[in-house]
């Protein structure tokens, strides 16, 4: 498995490939640079697909999104967030700062 | 020998138990299932708690500031500590402090100062870098990460894979071979700074532990002043084994109270099911996976605080350390598979710890030694050096 997600960019607009599975997925905004990380986990309502749809409510900038079904949902999310720091040197836009967050040299 | 508690350990366990099951249990009930870490607010004012139990920092000695608890006790402790869902390996989250890395109270002062001291205040981290893409569970043969002298320095090359923490670490204990022909007489042990020039972090590992990942190091012309050296060098066999062998004891202790709580979950629900018109707790078949539990966490329990009270009283405990790992791993393992299967659907969901426990346990048979590798260290106990 790659470290990046490197799965194809979706329109918001189509979200039937959805279903309630654990996971971790990416927004993206207009030229689809990676503007938000998030994750589905155990006590999610609906899984993937509820956590997407409700942070497109919150999200109006995001046009794009991508996701990967995973239950290791929590290393993941780390993992996409440690990376996009290596990356760009901060975490995507609309993630809150997390303290504990490691360090990547991949 | 006498399995009783003393007036003290009573009360101990006691104050612990009401611990987990009035502090870290409904805490829970709005974590992520998989969650190894509180809150920080929470994990702040449960901090102040274990505190003002004046059993904060359980394993930092007593004249580092530490409270004194013999090994028995501390291992009662851990019994009880791993009584929730994430108890295995977050036992209470963490909330009643540890000692980081116990090799460095055998450090020099200067260490001390720089590594050991802002441990314990909580202001560093560090990592214990020993096992290699070549295994782990003989560093006298696998390690070939190698440290070479130059001048003052050692130049460091190599690699070390499964190490926990060290994305997150001020500071590391890094293994190397620094003589060649020497075998377990040629590692050294370095405290290594994770921001010198040379060190990264190449990846994270997942694995079933899906809160936890562990990492993939590099060192690339890594330079370490001599200065940083712990122990003596070619000495750091001495420092693994010895942190090797110590580790196994509260590892057992956490399998047992994991198994303790599943059992008790089981016990609680099998009366209420019913099945063909009878409760659970009527079938035979139910009952005899009850009486297999009981009996499994009996004997883990007294094998490990056999080993525990040998520690405690300055006699050597190899032999029964390996045992108590060996048997609590695999006891604990057989508990909650038994109690998944009386809970039948709901067994498996994320609504129960037993699917979390259920993954986690199996780590407990390869992690701090598979346990094949503890029947080895059995087997040459009880058959002297021939075996080596």
């Known amino acids: ?106 | 020998m006498d399995f009783s508690l003393t007036e003290e350990q009573e009360m101990i366990v006691g104050m612990v138990r009401r611990f987990v099951r009035e502090e870290i249990v409904p805490l829970e009930l709005d974590l992520d299932p998989d969650a190894d870490s509180l809150k920080v607010e929470d994990q702040t004012r449960l901090v102040e708690k274990t505190k003002a139990m004046g059993l904060y920092g359980l394993d930092i000695p007593p004249e580092y500031g530490g409270p004194e608890l013999d090994l028995v006790t501390r291992t009662l402790m851990a019994i009880e500590m791993s009584q929730h869902r994430a108890g295995l390996y977050a036992p209470c989250y963490g909330v009643f402090g540890g000692a980081g890395l116990a090799q460095l109270f055998e450090a020099t002062e200067a260490q001390k100062e720089r590594y050991l001291f802002p441990t314990l205040r909580g202001e560093k981290r560090g990592f214990f870098g020993l096992t290699e893409s070549s295994g782990g569970s003989d560093p006298a043969r696998a390690i070939q990460t190698k440290a070479v002298r130059d001048g003052d320095d050692w130049v460091i090359n190599g690699g070390k894979i499964f190490i926990s923490g060290a994305d997150k670490a001020d500071f590391g204990l890094v293994f190397a071979r620094t003589d060649p022909d020497k075998g377990r007489n040629g590692v050294t042990c370095f405290i290594v700074d994770t921001d010198t020039p040379g060190f990264y972090v190449r990846r994270i590992i997942h694995t079933l532990r899906s809160a936890h990942y562990a990492t993939e190091l590099q060192f690339e012309d890594m330079r370490v002043p001599h200065a940083n050296v712990l122990g003596e060098v070619n000495r750091g066999f001495a420092i693994a084994n010895d942190r090797l062998t110590r580790q196994r004891i509260p590892y057992a202790a956490g399998c047992i109270g994991v198994a303790i709580k599943a059992h008790e979950l089981a016990l609680e629900y099998v009366p209420q099911r019913e099945t063909f018109g009878a409760p659970l707790s009527t079938r035979q078949g139910i009952q005899w996976m009850l009486v297999d539990n009981e009996i499994d966490i009996k004997q883990a329990t007294w094998m490990t605080l056999e080993a525990a009270d040998k520690a405690t009283r300055g006699e050597p405990f190899r032999k029964e350390a390996a045992m108590a790992k060996l048997v609590a791993t695999e006891a604990g393992s057989r508990v909650v598979d038994r109690c998944m299967q009386m809970f039948g659907g709901y067994g498996v969901t994320k609504d129960f710890p037993f699917e979390r426990w259920y993954r986690e346990m199996r780590i407990r048979r390869i992690g701090e030694g598979p346990n094949e590798v503890q029947r080895h260290i059995i087997a040459r106990d009880i058959l002297g050096a021939s075996l080596r």
């Open chain 1, 1 to 106: 498995m790659s470290i990046r997600c490197e799965k194809a960019w979706l329109p918001r607009t189509d979200l039937n490939g959805l279903y309630g599975h654990m996971g971790v997925f990416q927004f993206g905004n207009d030229v689809e640079e990676v503007i938000f990380i998030g994750y589905a986990g155990g006590r999610s309502l609906f899984g993937l697909k509820g956590e997407i749809v409700s942070e497109f409510e919150r999200l109006a900038d995001a046009s794009c999104y991508r996701f990967e079904i995973n239950t290791a949902y929590l290393t993941r999310y780390q993992e996409l967030l440690m990376i996009h720091v290596a990356d760009h040197g901060v975490l995507p836009p609309y993630n809150e700062p997390m303290p504990n967050l490691g360090r990547l040299s991949p």
